[in-house]
């Protein structure tokens, strides 16, 4: 389904790539699991033929169902797990001709849990130091001065230098993690969930920070989240993301305010805003959870999906393609009808 | 852990809607933890009230001591751990004064706890099945089949299909929204009387978080279960909490139904809290965050924790216990300004910028 993308027209997509960084083309990785004495081992499609791509300078935000791959395909794009098909090219060259620790030097991770991603032995300058070491950019003096550095830019007190991260709070680890990923100066960096573990006046300073340092840096990062709010604060671009595949992308504020896959509807639906008054939302989409290993045919939204028509039982979404961006539904691909008008709500 | 008894009859903030015995009863929980610079003092004094089949939202800055009193209540504190309260009632008994023996009875059984890190809890090196299957068996006297088909059956509950492909895998195969809700299905293997559940939805989509949140209701609706739910979304807090806790550096700054806290906060950090959720037509805009940092709890401290960062901070707030207000019974608030004296958010100076501040 991803891979038949129909583009309005070739010009537009020879002017967008120039400014290309990333471009994932239909990445997928899957797992095998099982496989011991009583049961045979099956295939899980965690990331099924994915395209996205970010441009430079900007935020590309990934949002989506809890197992819906975007782990798996932020380790793919920092290399650290090989797609099973598909390619990468950064900057226009395809990532497999590049070496694992060039590539690591220009994309470099913030993951999600403060606590168990820092060596719990190393020292807050061990730890920002250690990426220097690695890649041998400067040395003594220098490379002291360069992690004193980069400490007072995300705003850690040099009183740290010496602390281990059993002595730091969550911000402040977070912030080691931020300083350990900038030091080498990377262009791109993938930030899986870095503040679902803060508190939100903590999640405030964090996110103010990697605004401030996107702008002096002109970073480009590739956001996994799914707090929707803080999606809508940082992000540029928005892909969703539903049992391995992108259903629906583009412009943040498009996405969000046209919401035209069902998926995205449900999600943006879910947000518990902090209104007293209101209850738990009351999901359209059935108690029904989606199963990885027997993905659903046709649409894989088909069951849980209030707007289902026969056709999406029985053929995959085409990819709808217009300015506002990327939608993978029946809704849209003409066999449903309403072509391209977004559906009521 | 060494435990003190004290007898104490400070006023406390009620908690509590009146009729019958709470379910549990904590009075005067303070909790002092030896590191190697002196004393820290992670929990003053801290009561509340938790009746059945009752929502209790603990809510506070990270390092408030919300695990912490979570992990008192379990009896699960660190060795260097001192704790004195009044009494820790569960079900009419003493938690205090409990053996060991008698503890390891209640916890996972009728004391259940959802652990804010599902990575420590969960055991790397065996499967998830091995893991859900030993605490039925260590309560119920069963079989491993019929473990297994609870397992199974509570795997479905919280939304994880092909439950016997996923009882065979390793914590370290998993989504990290699959690890937290393995530990939630642990959790539930033995039906708890209080589940105190310590940030159950950080790793969950929100679609997700509102099934699992559904279904913590439906089984306090049907056990008659109660909840103590902390956590740092707010947005939960106002959908699930009946009553609400609000902590700082260790105390109790404010407490009330959520109707109340979301419509009336009193307390400046309250206040401070609501103005930092990032709400639609933020972009671009900078986030509203408390300026300064938390004090260090280490040591002897006077005064309102919170004065460092409070815009109305003033002379009184220096000195002595900051006394607990209370406007009506269950509703409270740890601050020298009289109720109501609401100065808009808006003219308050947004956010230090984090940037800038530089963190001690
Ligand atoms: N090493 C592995 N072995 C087997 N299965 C794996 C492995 N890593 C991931 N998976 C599976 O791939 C699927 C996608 O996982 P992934 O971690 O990418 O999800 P996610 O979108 O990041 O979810 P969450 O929001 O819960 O973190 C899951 O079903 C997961 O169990
Ligand atoms: N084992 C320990 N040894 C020493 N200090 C500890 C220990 N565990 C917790 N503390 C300290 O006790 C205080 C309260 O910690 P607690 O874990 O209860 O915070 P919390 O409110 O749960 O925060 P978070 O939202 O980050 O989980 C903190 O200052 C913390 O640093
Ligand atoms: S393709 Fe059909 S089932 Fe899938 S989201 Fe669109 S309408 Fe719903
Ligand atoms: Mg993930
Ligand atoms: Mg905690």
Redesign the pocket.
Known sequence: MNQIIELPGRAERAATDASVLLDCRNLSRTFIVGGSLFSKAKELRAVDRVNVSVRRGEVLAIVGESGSGKTTLGRMMLGILPPTSGEMLLDGKPVSGIDRKTLARRIQPIFQDPYSSLNPRKTVAQIIGLPLAVHGIEAGAARDRRVEEIMERVGLSRRLIHSYPNQLSGGQRQRVAIARALVVQPEIVVCDEPTSALDVSVQAQILNLLVDLRNEFNLTYIFISHDLGVVEYIADQLAVMYMGQV?EAGPRHEVLEQRR???TQALLGSVLTPDPSLGLPDLQIGRGFPDIMHPPS?????PR?????P???AVE?PAFRDSAGLV??????GE?SSATRPIAQ | MTITQVRDTSVQPNGGSGHGAPLLDVRGLTVDIAVPAGTLHAVSDVSFAVNPGETFCIVGESGCGKTITSLAVMRLLPKTARIAAQRILFEGRDLLGLSDKEILGLRGNRLGMIFQDPMTSLNPVFTIGNQLEEVYLRHRNSGRREARERAEFLLEKVGIQSPAMRLGQYPHQLSGGLRQRMMIAMTLMCEPALLIADEPTTALDVTVQAQILQLLKNLQREFRTALILITHDLGIVARMADRVAIMYAGRVVETGTSAEIFAAPQHPYTRGLLACIPVPGSQGKRLGSIPGIVPSLIGENEGCMFRNRCPYAGESCRHGEIALRELSPGRGYRCILEPGHAISEATREPATTASQATVQ
């Open positions: 259903v896959h069902p998926y046709g649409c894989h939204f088909h999906c209030p707007s289902a028509m056709v999406c039982s979404p993978h539904c029946h809704l849209f691909s449903g």
